[in-house]
Structures are given as structure tokens and as C-alpha cells.
């Protein structure tokens, strides 16, 4: 990314720092404005290539319209506009924007150092002296980090599952970015999931290791073999670990409960369970009209939810359609890791997440490697070293 851009983006990150006395997203009006700014001059001289729409951009945006249209009219007006604008004016601006993907891993990696570094701060500290490191206190918010005596740290964010959800998006990015010898940050990142106490995260942690052996592979042109493998072992694990051992080793007894009777867990039940309900009608195909509230009773406090209430059945197929035609290689992969954040907290209407799904569309580490290859034939054909 462009310098400016990173700034921008660093700035949609903080999306959990949140005022409703200043109107809400801060962080979004701050990055926004900034952006803004810095395309006057390019549109000042008559060059509107930053917001131009590839036709399948133009024609999902269209196809949103109508439903953008019902939501503001039924009181959703400020849903409705910050959806616009993250995927009509963000996506667009990050999109077309021409990227170095070794630029691009070095600045995702920067941005998971700092997310690592407030979450290890904020852990340790609690772990040694019990004194609660609260970066939201200068809003006036207390995070939702604490069980009992135990501490869930979500780092920058109020709650663990934020914070993992964060880490999972920026390194999802990584995973198509060429590296430039060993990813330690990777590994640190797994066991940071796994400290969050996040059951979320957990599984988030799970599925990268996952993503990484199959594109590891796959950038081999190899089969694909290393997945089946590591299948294999886990039913093996599953079959013969003494797992009740592993887990008191791993996870507090708050954590542990949680997994014994996921069922019953008022977080999960809150996350994946609307308590209003929902019936398999025409607007469970076409949707309600965009809003951030009534979601919430339909399908759970999760990106589906959020969804299918807002565009219904066919407009969730048309989104993950519009990331799997947009995405630069990879698609069915980007396309789970798409789905799979939508699984928690919906993002729909902040910008860092059509900035962050302009970037995982965009990043291609194979098109970097063919261009090596083919540079390295040409100058071989000329008897010259490559």
C-alpha cells in the first residue's frame, strides 16, 4: 500500500474504539477524511481511475441498491450509508490501487506486531501484578476481558473475539504475500489465538494452519497431501488424547466449561442463535432492508445474520459470488476465509472491512513468482545470469 493508505488503514483497524458522544466511529470519519483528501488533487486534474468500478463491482453495487434503499427508509440511514461507502468508495480506492506484495506482507506484518504487542502488554500485565491495562479507558469503556480472576485479553479490542478476528483478517492477508524467509509472526499468532481464551479464535487458528499447508502445497504444484495427513492425525488425536488433561494444561476452567457444554454457552448461544427467529419466506430470499439492529433477533449477532436479514439468501450468494469473481487467484480459499469471518461480529458497515476485503481479493504471490519465472527464461535464453 501507498503510504497514505497504510495510515488509512491503520486507522480503520481501531474500528473497536468506539464514541457514541462524537458519533460513533471515530477512527472510520478520521480515515475516511484522510483518504478523501488525498484523492483531490489526482480528481482535481480530471483522474477518476482510484474510484473507478470493474463491472462486477458496478453491477453487485447495483444489485444492493434497492435493499440499501428499503433499510434507510425503515431507519436505517447511517447502516445504509456506511455500507455505501465502504463498498462503493473503500473497496474501489484499495482495490485499483497498483500494489507491491512484498510491501503489502512487511505492512500487514507491522500491524500484527502492534496487535501482538497491546495484547501481550495487556496479558502479562494482569498475569503479574493483576493491574488491568485498559487502552479503551480514555473513552470511557470498560472491556469484556475479565472472567472472575482469569483474564481473556483482547488486546486493542473490548472483547477476545474482536481482537481474534482482527488477527485472523491480517493474517489471511499474509497468506498470499511472498515471504522473504521464515513467518515468525505466524506462529507467534496461533499461540496468541489460543491464549486469547477466544473459542472463535481457536477455530480461526485451526483454519489458517489449514489455509497455509493447502496454498503451501499448492504453490508446489504437488498434491495437496500434507491436509488429508494432518485430518488423519487429528481424528487419530481425537480418538486416543486424553483431551480432558490437555485442556486443563491449555485453557482456564471458565474456558474448558465453555467447550464441555458449548451448547449451552450464553456467548455462543448470543453469537448463533436469534432470539426472534426466523421463517423461510420470500424476504429470507430477498432480504429485510440493511440494518444494524434487527439482525440481531433473526440469526445471531454474526455477519450471516446481518446478511441474509438485510440482502436475504440470494444477496449473501451474490457477495460471496463477488468476492470468488474479484479475487486475483486462490478465489475458493479467500472466499472461505471471507466466510468464515462472517461468522462473528458483522464488519459490514465499517471500513476496515471492505479495505481488508480489497486487499485479500487483491494479494497474489503466484503472480509475483510467474513474473520471476518468466524473467529468469528470458535472460537464460540471452545466456545472461537471472
Known sequence: MAPIHFVVFALLLLWDFYIPSAGGKVMDYAA??????????????????PLGLTGSHFLFLLTLAPLLGLGAI?????AAAAFLIGCA?????????????????????????????????????????????NYHSWIGVEPRVLVGDAIRAGGLYQEP????????????????????????LFPVSIVTFILSQSLWGIGAAIFLVFCRMYISERKTRRIPIVVPAAIGM????????????VLELIFNQATINRLVDISNDP??????????????????????????????????????SFYIYGFGLLGILLFLAFVFRTSDGNAVTKVLIVALAMSTFPLFTFGFWWAWLALLAKANSDELARTREWHSLAYSRRGLPA
Open 74 to 78: 425503515r431507519g436505517g440511514f447511517l
Open 234 to 245: 487429528i481424528v487419530s488425536a481425537a480418538l486416543f488424547v486424553d483431551w480432558s488433561s
Open 89 to 133: 468508495f473503500i473497496f474501489a480506492v484499495f482495490f485499483r490501487e497498483d500494489r507491491n506484495h512484498a510491501v503489502l506482507y512487511r505492512q500487514m506484518g507491522a500491524l500484527i506486531v502492534l496487535n501482538l504487542a497491546a495484547f501481550y502488554l495487556q496479558y502479562a500485565t494482569f498475569q503479574l501484578s493483576g493491574y488491568l491495562v
Open 161 to 184: 473475539n474482536s481482537f481474534c478476528l482482527v488477527l485472523f483478517m491480517l493474517n489471511a492477508v499474509r497468506l498470499f504475500c511472498p515471504r522473504a524467509g521464515r513467518d515468525y
Open 32 to 49: 475516511i477524511a484522510i483518504l478523501a483528501f488525498s484523492l483531490m488533487p489526482r480528481i482535481a486534474l480530471g483522474d477518476w481511475r
Open 267 to 304: 456467548s455462543a448461544q448470543q453469537r448463533f442463535t436469534g432470539s426472534g427467529g426466523f421463517a423461510v419466506d420470500l424476504r429470507f430470499f430477498v432480504g429485510h432492508g440493511v440494518s444494524t439492529f434487527d439482525f440481531q433477533d433473526y440469526l445471531g449477532i454474526n455477519g450471516f
